[in-house]
């Protein structure tokens, strides 16, 4: 059982949904403008599920898929719920995976609903199990474009952004 463990093979598959802009200096990218096709027609639904023994991840470990460059706005008052959500993150990430797994075609889920709960002992020390299910749209870009901007500061000291579209 051991040798099994050791010599099997694991496999890591991921999906992106988001860049990064190119960061350097002196450079000055036109912002790049998509359209977005969503489909009403049918809702997308994923589920993602974590567990942690002494904060040791004991679920995905030989086979992990799940969606990379999700964002989530939290806002903690201290640096430590960071490093004991990072379970909870993780099933964000496989449920919209899966989600996203319905419609091969799509390139984002728009308006994601998230439901977390969380199962753990005592102080969430010795288990933590992190169950995700999301739902929401997919959707697809297209018609992708660069727009030129020109940025003019207003007597009242705003910054107003024009585009030019002559291209």
Do not use: W
Request: hydrophobic residues 40%.
């Amino acid at each position: 059982m051991v040798v099994t463990m050791f010599l099997g093979s694991c496999t890591v598959s991921t999906k992106m949904i988001q860049s990064s802009p190119v960061v350097a200096r002196n450079v000055e990218l036109d912002p790049i403008k998509a359209d977005i096709e969503v489909n009403q027609d049918q809702k997308l639904t994923g589920q993602g599920t974590t567990r942690y023994i002494f904060g040791f991840e004991v679920d995905n470990i030989l086979e992990e898929k799940m969606v990379e460059g999700v964002v989530y706005s939290q806002n903690f008052p201290i640096p430590i719920p960071i490093l004991l959500d990072r379970g909870k993150a993780k099933a964000r990430a496989i449920a919209a995976y899966h989600a996203l797994e319905a419609c091969p075609d799509c390139d984002v889920l728009v308006h994601p609903k998230y439901e977390v709960v969380v199962n753990k002992s005592p102080l969430g020390i010795i288990y933590r199990k992190y169950t995700v299910i999301v739902s929401g749209y997919g959707a697809k870009y297209k018609n992708f474009r660069t727009e030129k901007e020109i940025k003019i500061i207003g007597s009242d000291n705003k910054e107003y952004i024009v585009v030019d579209d002559k291209d």
